[in-house]
């Protein structure tokens, strides 16, 4: 807690061209700065300071405010989190109120955690370095493992000393609940006894992005067969171990400036990775990788470097977990190291240029990694060679990426001796194959979130210039499936209510969909159409096909029956959803929520265009409340495209 003075100081004192300049370079413009935008990939600088306003807005993607906005936004840190990093730069001290155990009370449950958490951090740190048992044990070991202390105190290394309850019995002393010791994990408690999870074992702190600690590995170093040698937190309300990687905290900001991450086995490997001056390195720490470790590295880069020590046994294991990875769409590469050496030895053994250097010469793409190893396993044996060519169809279907998908399929073309139209259908097969069981398993789910599209309506009612009609394509195509399968079978859902099957119709789904966005053309044949079908739709024998085709209205029949013969409409249709595929009626389920999502983008992105046009006309310097307004809709519109272009892009079939 920092109390209002001295949050006024900061924010006084705080310079938002010195905070900027730490991170981006900038370039004096009249009174203002420019830059590359931190947040964004530019290629020409929109990202403006200015020092008289004492903000900084990027009018590429929006982000925009004070010097705290921008380390929290930059730093990933809360805001008390990026008020103490400013009070650090500006040395200014931070008067926090003392914590009471009364207080620790009143805090939330998941806020007492972390505290808990972080006296522990501080209190296994301190026995470390200045117990008899911890340096004797604990710190020997460290140093006898070749680290040094400055990277000792950096990652807040500590030692749990080797009684049986010496750490709760401290912090039970000092005020912390027990219910608090034991929801992190630190202690274990029974009818009849208490126990220190990590006693006799030196201790890693997991720290999450913001630099907290969340929970702890241990390591045991006295010889017990019976004791695990590594141990972990359990899952707490702070700590899901599937979303957490070991170093994320030093790694981020040089996973981001050299736009790379490398990814090792254990804590010891990112210890000694930082100590040969190398930091954009995390671990998985025993876990095998998971969707959510993928996603947290790519929010710094695209670009993942796994480094595997020489074991085989190793090495297909994490083959298995991989394929997950690249239907991310992160680029996998692989470094093998020599026989007998682990990250950990080998970073020790040499320089941080020879390391990288090694590196960057050994580094193989994923996929022809994979392929040269199953490859060299098979032997000539055709029918495991058959198991072989199809595994790696299936790493190369996941790709979302159409260009890197066909350099890979070349590729694998000739170390495999196939043809390669031969794996081009292999891979349609699977990708077919693979968005069918999305699409049914997405459809319930989005049927739910129906609340929420409706919020995102509301902002999409707002601009569409009248004239020309850019969603012309999206429109007739959806027109047209609409009218020809009005009356079809979509998918079905489960009532949430009554738990009981419903199929939902063509129709209704469309209707539905447009309805809940309120996406209307501008088109006024197009709005009458739609129009009609809203009034008529629940009556028994409505057959839009006849009916629209007797139309009084000169102009809806002509276009209703234009688009039924429409071979240029068709041919999007299905050049979008495989030419494979034999009858139309038979993936409804796959284009009509394909369709109604790229009319969606459509929208989106003219609302964006809109809203950045009306950005460019205000006149810069004098309305910056209405530019904020304006750029928190467009990140608001922004969010809502990428992840239409995300569902896009995962159903893709073909190119
Ligand atoms: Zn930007």
């Not at 009018?59 to 004070?66: A, M, N, P, W």
């Not at 010891?268 to 671990?283: K, P, R």
């Not at 020590?309 to 239907?327: C, F, H, P, T």
């Not at 989106?604 to 809709?633: P, Y």
Request: aromatic residues 10%.
């Amino acid at each position: 807690m920092i109390d209002q003075a001295t949050i006024d100081r900061i924010m006084d004192t705080a310079d938002i061209v010195e905070v900027v300049e730490d991170f981006v370079s900038l370039k004096k413009r009249g009174v203002n700065y420019l830059g590359l935008c931190p947040f964004h990939n530019e290629k020409t600088p929109s990202f403006t300071v200015s020092p008289g306003k004492q903000i900084f807005k990027c009018f590429g993607c929006g982000k925009g405010g004070s010097p705290v906005n921008f380390i929290m936004e930059h730093e990933h840190l809360s805001f008390v989190d990026a008020l103490k990093y400013l009070a650090k730069k500006y040395h200014i001290e931070i008067q926090e109120k003392d914590e009471t155990p009364e207080d620790i009370a009143q805090r939330n449950q998941r806020e007492s955690l972390l505290i808990v958490s972080n006296y522990a951090k501080d209190y296994f740190a301190n026995t470390l370095f200045n117990d008899n048992e911890g340096r004797t044990v604990g710190l020997a070991y460290f140093r006898e493992r070749g680290f040094r202390d400055d990277i000792i105190k950096k990652f807040e290394l500590g030692f749990n000393p080797g009684n049986k309850d010496t750490f709760t019995q401290a912090a039970l002393r000092n005020g912390y609940k027990m219910e608090f010791l034991e929801g992190t994990g630190l202690s274990i408690k029974r009818d009849d006894w208490v126990r220190d999870r990590f006693a006799g074992r030196v201790v890693f702190p997991f720290h999450n992005l913001a630099g907290r600690v969340i929970a702890f590995g241990g390591r045991i170093l006295k010889t017990d067969p019976k004791a695990a040698k590594y141990l972990n937190s359990p899952e707490s309300e702070i700590y899901h171990k599937s979303k957490v990687l070991y170093g994320i905290y030093f790694a981020k900001n040089a996973i981001s400036r050299s736009d790379k991450c490398y990814l090792v086995e254990g804590y010891t490997d990112v210890l000694s990775f930082h100590q040969s001056g190398i930091e954009n390195v995390v671990a998985s720490s025993g876990t095998s990788l998971t969707a959510d470790q993928i996603r947290l590295i790519k929010r710094f880069t695209p670009n993942i470097t796994i480094i595997y020590d020489g074991d085989k046994a190793g090495i297909k294991a994490s083959l298995r977990g991989i394929d997950m990875v690249l239907e991310e769409g992160v680029n996998v590469k692989v470094v093998p190291l020599p026989d007998g050496e682990d990250p950990d030895s080998f970073a020790r053994s040499m320089s941080s240029s020879e390391l990288l250097e090694y590196i960057s010469q050994n580094e193989i793409d994923f996929i022809r990694f994979k392929t040269q190893i199953l490859l060299n396993e098979t032997e000539n044996d055709p029918v495991t060679r058959a198991r072989v060519i199809n595994d790696i169809v299936r790493s190369i279907a996941v790709i979302p990426d159409n260009i890197t998908r066909s350099v890979y399929i070349k590729e694998c073309s000739k170390m495999l001796d196939v043809a390669e139209n031969l794996l081009y259908t292999e891979v349609r097969k699977i990708k077919f194959k693979l968005t069918e069981d999305q699409v049914v398993k997405e459809k319930r789910e989005e049927l739910r979130q129906a609340a929420r599209d409706k919020e995102n309506a509301q902002l999409e009612s707002t601009v569409i210039k009248p004239g020309i009609n850019p969603c012309e394509i999206e429109e007739k195509a959806l027109l047209r499936v609409l009218i020809r399968y009005f009356g079809n079978d979509l998918f079905t859902v489960v009532d949430e209510k009554s738990h009981e099957e419903r199929i939902v119709k063509v129709g209704e789904y469309i209707l539905s969909e447009i309805e809940a966005d309120n996406l209307n053309s501008v088109n006024p044949v197009v709005y009458k159409i739609i129009e009609e079908f809203k009034e008529h739709q629940f009556e028994e024998f409505f057959d839009p096909q006849r009916y629209f085709a007797q139309h009084a209205d000169s102009e809806v029949n002509s276009m209703v029956s234009g688009l039924l013969v429409d071979k240029h409409i068709e041919s999007v249709i299905w050049r979008k959803n495989g030419a494979y595929v034999e009858d139309e009626d038979e993936v409804l389920f796959t284009i009509v929520p394909r369709l109604i999502e790229e009319y969606k983008l459509r929208h989106v992105k003219l609302m964006i265009s809109e809203i950045m046009k009306k950005i460019g006309s205000v006149k810069s310097s004098d309305n910056l409340d209405e530019i904020f307004e304006l750029q928190r809709i467009i990140t608001k519109l922004k969010k809502v495209e990428k992840e239409l272009s995300k569902k896009l892009g995962k159903r893709a079939i073909t190119s």
